[in-house]
């Protein structure tokens, strides 16, 4: 069982920055790491992704250029920095893991465990 710990959510303006964290209770190689998030009357939606050992990056379209996301492994902690915020970032943001790669690391179910999420909202 990986326990995952967000942190970093807040207020920010929009064009600001924010830097997210994700503390995980044990460090596996092969575990891929995922960043989500939900938007009031949306559906969960993909974010970011990389796997432990900090290739296979990918991005959603709507964040790609904006946010980078990063692991430090001595850490055990996986990082999503957020620049250029926008009002339609606003959400709770969750971190994601699953051991191996994922068939299609943009669906909610390919993720065995998450984090409890840290809301993120940004004023125009």
């Known amino acids: 069982q990986v326990q995952l710990v967000e942190s970093g959510g807040g207020l920010a303006q929009a064009g600001g920055s924010l830097r997210l964290s994700c503390a995980a209770s044990e460090r596996t190689l092969n575990t891929y790491v995922g960043w989500f998030r939900r938007a009031p009357g949306k559906e969960r939606e993909f974010v970011a992704g990389?796997?432990?050992?900090?290739?296979?990056?990918d991005y959603a379209n709507s964040v790609k250029g904006r946010f980078t996301i990063s692991r430090d492994s001595a850490k055990n902690t996986v990082y999503l920095q957020m620049n250029s915020l926008k009002p339609e970032d606003t959400a709770v943001y969750y971190c994601a893991a699953r051991r191996g790669l994922p068939y299609d690391s943009r669906r909610p179910s390919e993720y065995a465990f998450w984090g409890q999420g840290t809301q993120v909202t940004v004023s125009s």
């Open positions: 990389i796997i432990w050992t900090g290739g296979k990056l």
